[in-house]
C-alpha cells in the first residue's frame, strides 16, 4: 500500500471513478444500485448520501487507524459507518419527505453496502486521513455516476423524463418494465456490457499499436 | 500428412442439415403467415415484416460484431421473428415490434452464444419484454376479417416510434363495431365470462374474433413437419394431453365455474405454442421420456397459469419456464446407456454432472472413475500400431 | 519494531483493557454524533411531516382551511390526538372552514394490494354522509397498472360522492363499501374497479371500509364535539 499513498491524491481521487468505478468495475453495492435507480434525481440522492458516509467514515476510520485494535476493528467501523447512515437519514428526512419515501430502506441499508465497508478495511486503515478521504470521495463519485448512468436510461425509458423534464412530450409511450426491477438488471447489464467491449477493444488496440511498433 | 485428427463424436453425419431443417420449418410457417394476413389485412403484413426484418438485421448485426455464431443464412432468426409476428396482435405498433425483435435476437440468443446456446426460446424472450415493457399495447387485439383490412391499417401500427399508440376501442367505435369486439376469446370468457363456440375457435373464419390463425391449419402445417420428422410429435403431443387432462380434471369437478377442456385447447395461443415454440430443438429435452414430462409440465401450466392468474393467457410463461427446466428434466430422464442394468441405471447418469468432473481440467484433470463397461479391451492393446 | 516481523499468529495480543476503551471511546463518538444529527434535524424532520401530512388532508376536503388532529377511542369517546395513538384508537383529522365549522373529516385506511399494502386517505362529508375524495398516502402498485387509481378519471368519479351513510342503530353502515368489477356498479356505496387494475382497486376499497366500518360509529354521536373548532 506504501506505493498508493505516495501517489497524488487527484490519482486517488480518479481511482473510484474510472479504474476502479464500484458499479461498473467492481460491481459491488448492487442492492441500491438496482432498487433506486428508477430516476436519475434518486439516484444522485442515493449516490450523494453513500458520498457522504463513504467520506466521512472513511476519514473517521483512517484518523483512528492507530489506536483501534485489529481484534474489534470490523465491530469499530460498523459503528462508525451506522453512526453516519443514521445521520444521514435523519438529514434526508430534514430535506424532503418526498425523497425520503422514494428512497425508502435503502438509506438504511447503505450500512451495509459493501463498498463502505470495503474501502474502511482495504484502504482507509491503512492510509493517512487525508488520501483515505480523497479516495473515497472518489469512490463515492464513481458510485454516483454509476447510479446516475443506470437512473437516467431508466427515467427516459420508463417515464420519458430527465430529472423530471420532459423530453418526448405528452404522447410518450412509457416502458413500464424499466421502472420495475427486470429493467434495472437489463440497463445494468447493458452499460456492464458496454464496457466490457470498450475495455476489450482498447486491448485490442493496444496490441495492434505494439505490433505494429 | 501423417496428423492425427481428435474430435468428438458425432463421427457419422445424416442428410439433415440446420439450414435444411430451418427452412423446412420457414415453409411451413408461411401459410400460417398468409392466412394471418388474410385475417388481419395490410397491417398484420406490416407487422411480420417489420419483426421479421428487426430479427434479421439484429442477427446480421451480432455476428458481424462477432458477438454471436452462425449464420444468418441458417433461417432461425426468421423463425425467430414469424413467430414473434404472429404472436402479437395485428396492430401492435410497429416501432414496438421492432423493439420486440430486437430483444427476442439480441437478449434471447446473442448474448448466450447464438444458435444452440440459446436456453429460452427467443421469440418468447421477446414477446415477453414486450408484454412487461408494453402491457396496454400487447393486450390491444382488434377484431378479424374487417372490411377494408386491405387498405387501411389498424391506427395503432403506425404509431410514432416511443409514441403511444392511436386508441383502438375509438378506432372500432368510429366503425360502429363494440368495444367488446376487440378482446380475444380467453379474455373474453375470464373478465367477462362469455364462451366462444367450438367451430369459431377452431378454424378462426367466422365472426370478427381476434384470434390469431387457425388452429387447424397450425395442426396441419406441424404434422408436416412432424411426418418429416422435423419436429418431434411427442412434445406437442403431451403439451395438449396435459393442458387437455388437467382442465377436463377442473372441468368435471365444476363444469360452471370451469371452461370445458376444448376450449382451453384452442382457444388463446396453446396450439401455436405446442406445435411451433415449445418444439424448438435447442430448447427442449432430448430425452423421449424428458419430452413428455416437459409437454406435460407446460400443458399443467398454461391451465394454471389462465386459470388462477390475473393473466388471460399464460402460454408464453409456460414455455419459458418449462426451457428453463429442461437441463434438470434431461438429468433426470437421461435413458439406460446399453450394457447397464437397469438397477443399476437408478444410480443416474454414467458421467454424473458433479463439479468434480466439470471442472476436472482446472483440478488437475482427474479421470472420473467409469462405471460401465468393466472389460473394454486395454488403452494400450488398441493404440497397438498395426503395420 | 521488531514485532512487525513476526507471523500474524505469533503477534502480542492486545491487552482486553485496550480492546474495551477503545470500543468505548468509538462508541461515544459515534453516539455525540447521532445526537447532534436527531436534535440539529428534529424541528425541520417535524415540519415536513406536518406539511405532508396537512397537504394530504386538504387534498380529501379540499373546502378545509385549518385541520385539527383527533383519535377515536375504542371507548367510544373522542379526544384530542397527542403524540401517541393508543390500542384501539383511530386517528383522524377534522378540517375547518374559514369560520371554524366543521366541514369534513380525514382518515386513513390500508389494505393489502397486489405488491404490497396500499394506503390511502379519504375524505368523509358528514352532511351528506359519504366519501368524498381519496388520496394514496403511500403504494408500491405496478406503474402504469395499479397507479391507475390516481389518475383513471373513471375510477376516481366513484369517490365524488360514496355514500356511508349508518344503519339506524349506528353500529355499522348500512352498506358495505364494496369494489365490484368493471361495468357491474349498482348501488351508490360500491365503487366500479379499473378494468385490469382489479386488485388494487379492491385494496382501495377494503381500506375504506375497515376504517369507515370503526370510525364512523364512534364518530356519528360525538360529531357536535368536534363540530366547530375549539
Not at chain 2, 384470434?211 to 403431451?238: K, Q
Request: charged share 15%.
Amino acid at each position: 500500500m506504501s506505493d498508493v499513498s505516495t501517489t497524488g491524491h487527484w490519482d486517488q481521487f480518479m481511482e473510484g471513478i474510472w479504474r476502479q468505478n464500484p458499479v461498473f468495475v467492481m460491481v459491488l453495492g448492487m442492492c441500491p444500485t438496482l432498487a433506486v435507480t428508477v430516476s436519475a434525481v434518486n439516484a444522485i440522492s442515493m449516490g450523494v448520501a453513500t458520498t457522504f458516509v463513504l467520506a466521512c467514515s472513511c476519514l473517521l476510520v483512517s484518523m483512528m487507524r492507530n489506536v483501534v485494535p485489529k481484534e474489534v476493528r470490523i465491530a469499530t467501523y460498523i459503528v462508525i459507518i451506522a453512526t453516519f447512515v443514521t445521520a444521514v437519514d435523519y438529514i434526508i428526512q430534514a430535506i424532503s419527505l418526498a425523497l425520503y419515501d422514494a428512497l425508502g430502506a435503502f438509506i438504511q441499508l447503505i450500512v451495509v453496502n459493501c463498498i463502505i465497508l470495503g474501502r474502511a478495511e482495504a484502504h482507509a486503515s491503512k492510509n493517512r486521513p487525508a488520501v483515505a478521504t480523497y479516495n473515497a470521495l472518489g469512490m463515492g463519485v464513481g458510485f454516483t455516476i454509476g447510479l446516475l448512468a443506470l437512473g437516467s436510461v431508466r427515467e427516459v425509458l420508463g417515464a420519458g423524463t430527465l430529472f423530471g423534464v420532459s423530453l418526448f412530450g405528452a404522447n410518450f409511450q412509457p416502458w413500464v418494465i424499466m421502472v420495475l426491477p427486470p429493467g434495472g438488471f437489463f440497463v445494468l447489464g447493458a452499460w456492464l456490457l458496454f464496457f466490457a467491449w470498450h475495455a476489450r477493444r482498447k486491448e485490442r488496440q493496444l496490441r495492434e499499436a505494439g505490433q505494429h511498433a | 500428412m501423417g496428423t492425427v485428427e481428435i474430435r468428438p463424436a458425432p463421427h457419422v453425419r445424416g442428410e439433415r442439415t440446420v439450414e435444411k431443417i430451418m427452412l423446412n420449418v420457414v415453409w411451413s410457417l408461411l401459410p400460417i403467415c398468409a392466412f394471418y394476413v388474410f385475417q388481419y389485412g395490410v397491417s398484420a403484413l406490416a407487422s411480420i415484416t417489420v419483426v421479421t426484418g428487426a430479427c434479421l438485421l439484429t442477427e446480421r448485426w451480432l455476428v458481424r460484431t462477432g458477438t454471436q455464431a452462425g449464420n444468418i443464412g441458417d433461417y432461425s432468426a426468421t423463425i425467430t421473428g414469424l413467430l414473434l409476428a404472429l404472436t402479437l396482435p395485428p396492430g401492435f405498433p410497429l416501432w414496438m415490434g421492432a423493439i420486440a425483435g430486437f430483444v427476442a435476437i439480441g437478449l434471447g440468443k446473442g448474448l448466450f452464444g447464438g444458435l444452440g446456446f440459446n436456453v429460452f426460446n427467443p421469440a418468447l424472450v421477446g414477446r415477453a419484454f414486450a408484454q412487461a415493457a408494453f402491457p396496454t399495447a400487447i393486450a390491444t387485439y382488434t377484431p378479424s376479417f374487417l372490411p377494408g383490412r386491405f387498405t387501411e391499417f389498424i391506427p395503432s401500427s403506425l404509431a410514432w416510434p416511443l409514441m403511444i399508440p392511436a386508441d383502438a376501442a375509438l378506432w372500432l367505435k368510429a366503425k360502429h363495431l363494440d368495444a367488446l369486439a376487440g378482446a380475444t376469446p380467453l379474455a373474453k370468457w375470464k373478465f367477462d365470462g362469455v364462451m366462444v363456440g367450438a367451430n369459431e375457435l377452431v378454424t378462426s373464419l367466422s365472426g370478427h374474433m381476434a384470434v390469431g390463425p387457425s388452429p387447424l391449419l397450425i395442426l396441419l402445417c406441424g404434422s408436416y413437419l412432424a411426418l418429416r420428422r422435423y419436429l418431434d410429435w411427442r412434445i406437442p403431443m403431451s403439451i395438449l394431453g396435459g393442458a387437455a387432462v388437467v382442465a377436463w380434471a377442473l372441468f368435471a369437478f365444476n363444469p360452471t365455474h370451469y371452461p370445458n377442456p376444448f376450449f382451453m385447447l384452442f382457444s388463446g395461443g396453446l396450439i401455436l405454442g405446442a406445435v411451433y415454440m415449445a418444439t424448438d430443438m435447442a430448447t427442449s429435452p432430448v430425452t423421449p421420456r424428458g419430452m413428455w414430462l416437459y409437454g406435460g409440465l407446460i400443458g399443467l401450466l398454461t391451465v394454471v397459469i389462465r386459470y388462477y392468474s390475473g393473466l388471460p393467457e399464460g402460454v408464453m410463461y409456460a414455455i419459458l419456464i418449462a426451457n428453463a427446466a429442461t437441463p434438470l428434466i434431461e438429468r433426470i430422464t437421461q435413458p439406460t446407456p446399453f450394457g447397464k442394468s437397469a438397477l443399476a441405471a437408478r444410480r443416474g447418469a454414467s458421467y454424473p454432472l458433479n463439479p468434480s468432473y466439470i471442472s476436472r481440467e482446472d483440478a488437475g484433470a482427474v479421470t472420473p472413475k467409469k462405471r460401465i463397461l468393466k472389460n473394454k479391451p486395454k488403452r494400450d492393446e488398441r493404440r497397438t500400431p498395426t503395420h | 519494531m521488531s514485532a512487525e516481523h513476526l507471523p500474524i499468529d505469533q503477534a502480542p495480543a492486545t491487552p482486553t483493557g485496550a480492546m474495551i476503551r477503545t470500543l468505548g471511546l468509538v462508541s461515544a463518538i459515534c453516539g455525540l454524533i447521532i445526537v447532534g444529527a436527531y436534535q440539529g434535524t428534529y424541528d425541520a424532520v417535524a415540519a415536513n411531516k406536518r406539511i405532508a401530512m396537512e397537504r394530504a388532508v386538504f387534498k380529501v376536503v379540499p373546502a378545509a382551511k385549518s385541520i385539527e388532529e383527533y383519535l377515536a377511542k375504542a371507548d367510544g369517546g373522542i379526544a384530542k390526538a397527542g403524540a401517541e395513538t393508543p390500542a384501539g384508537a383511530i386517528r383522524f383529522f377534522a378540517g375547518y372552514d374559514e369560520a371554524g365549522k366543521l366541514v369534513g373529516v380525514a382518515a386513513e385506511g390500508s389494505a393489502r394490494g397486489y405488491a404490497d399494502i396500499v394506503r390511502v386517505m379519504f375524505g368523509y362529508d358528514p352532511a351528506c354522509q359519504c366519501v368524498r375524495n381519496i388520496g394514496v398516502v403511500s403504494m408500491r402498485e405496478t406503474p402504469g397498472i395499479g397507479d391507475k387509481i390516481l389518475v383513471d378519471r373513471a375510477f376516481l368519479e366513484n369517490f365524488k360522492e360514496l355514500d356511508a351513510r349508518l344503519t339506524a342503530d349506528m353500529k355499522a353502515l348500512a352498506n358495505e363499501i364494496k369494489t365490484v368489477k368493471h361495468g357491474s356498479k349498482t348501488g351508490a356505496w360500491q365503487i366500479d374497479a379499473i378494468a385490469g387494475a382489479t386488485i388494487t382497486s379492491r385494496a382501495v376499497g377494503r381500506a375504506i371500509n375497515d376504517t369507515a366500518q370503526a370510525l364512523l360509529p364512534r364518530l356519528a354521536p360525538n360529531l357536535d364535539k368536534i363540530g366547530s373548532k375549539s
